[in-house]
């Protein structure tokens, strides 16, 4: 068998570290590819139209959170149908070389428009998915970060007895996604209840283009997650009003693949 993980790039050396600990003992071989492999994302609602000239693989078969072999402009790829915008779209795993020539012909089509960083993670953060460093952390669990729909409890998995410890004392904190009024929350400011005290965090923060408004996430006690509960958030000098609401802020319409 043969596995592929694609880490947070920021953290990539302690995941390569970490994974090579509990590799002792097994009968496994680890290999770092980060160097040997380059990656190109297509995301939006037209990724398959603007992608599938150029591929050998059918993209309209390929369903979501999996992955085809095929060739890119004649280069081989492990083309996935992931990403982490919230959109459609592709993720192609290609060598270094074949980077550059793809990019420029995929970009030269009507409709395709480069995208960095910025943009990556303001469409994430209207999708409410968590990055590594932010909603998640070695000192924030998958459990307060919401995402206890993805641990399977009834399997043997690192951590396990931790969370479970964590779950039956209680949790102190819970992530929750606020829409902001008066300013733009970034990672790191302070959340309130009203007037009072200090009792949260933001961890992202942004204007959504998409929804027009100034949104964010942030780790708050149990007892402020609930839907239409007024918060503040400490921007600068002053106190902005902040709402929590449900996660995610944006919902893209789904296809059938």
């Known amino acids: 068998d043969h596995f592929m ?12 570290q970490w994974v090579n600990q509990k590799a002792e003992g097994f009968d496994v071989q680890l290999a770092d590819q980060s160097e040997s492999t380059a990656l190109l994302a297509v995301q939006g609602p037209e990724a398959v139209e603007k992608l599938q000239p150029f591929t050998t693989a059918d993209l309209g078969a390929v369903r979501f959170y999996h992955a085809v072999s095929g060739t890119v402009m004649g280069f081989p790829a492990w083309i996935s149908r992931t990403g982490y915008t919230g959109e459609d779209g592709f993720e192609l ?42 909603e998640l952390s070695r000192t924030i669990s998958p459990v307060e970060a919401g995402l206890e729909r993805f641990i399977k409890w009834d399997k043997s998995f690192v951590g396990r007895e931790a969370l479970i410890d964590m779950k039956d004392r209680g949790l102190t904190r819970q992530l929750v ?69 449900p996660l995610p802020f944006y919902r893209r319409p789904r296809n059938k693949s």
């Open 93 to 134: 795993y290609i060598a270094p070389e074949a980077a550059l020539p793809i990019w420029e012909e995929l970009v030269n089509q009507k409709g395709v428009t480069p995208a960095g960083l910025g943009a990556r993670d303001t469409l994430r953060l209207e999708a409410g998915l968590p990055l590594y460093g932010h």
């Open 5 to 16: 993980m694609v880490v947070n790039a920021a953290n990539w050396e302690n995941d390569w």
């Open 177 to 245: 996604g606020l829409t902001v009024t008066g300013g733009i929350a970034r990672a790191g400011y302070p959340v309130y209840a009203d007037e009072a005290d200090w009792m949260g965090q933001i961890t992202s923060g942004s204007y959504a283009p998409t929804l027009k408004q100034a949104i964010a996430m942030a780790l708050v006690p149990p007892a402020w997650t609930t839907p239409g509960t007024s918060l503040k958030v400490g921007i600068r000098d002053r106190k902005a009003d902040a709402t929590v609401v």
